[in-house]
């Protein structure tokens, strides 16, 4: 049984901090590319930061030098800090898990948890 469990999504005001995980179970972790992207009312979904299974990181340009990405394969787990947090950062931020196929990726998907950038 497959699972990635988010916490840490709330309400912060802008300037704020907050720092997202997410829990992984039910296959191999150190073998998955991580991810985080996220999804404002009326916008796109838009990728936010990922991490192979390396540890190479990448980020959107709007969040370079903000947020930060990492894992701790020793608790299966991916982190998103977010640091100096703007009310455009306000949206629905999900972590994933991939891994390259024969055929096509697997492709797994947290629950989603909300983040509120709010004076």
């Known amino acids: 049984q497959v699972r990635l469990v988010e916490s840490g999504g709330g309400l912060v005001q802008p300037g704020g901090s907050l720092r997202l995980s997410c829990a992984a179970s039910?296959?191999?972790?150190?073998?998955?590319?991580l991810g985080w992207y996220r999804q404002a009312p009326g916008k796109q979904r838009e990728m936010v930061a990922t991490?192979?299974?390396?540890?190479?990181?990448n980020y959107a340009g709007s969040v370079k030098g903000r947020f930060t990405i990492s894992r701790d394969n020793a608790k299966n787990t991916v982190y998103l800090q977010m640091d100096s947090l703007k009310p455009e950062d306000t949206a629905v931020y999900s972590c994933?898990?991939?891994?390259?196929?024969?055929?096509?990726?697997?492709?797994?998907w947290g629950q989603g948890t909300q983040v509120t950038v709010s004076s």
């Open positions: 994933n898990a991939q891994r390259p196929r024969v055929l096509g990726v697997d492709s797994y």
């Open positions: 039910g296959f191999v972790f150190n073998y998955y590319g």
């Open positions: 991490i192979t299974s390396s540890g190479s990181t």
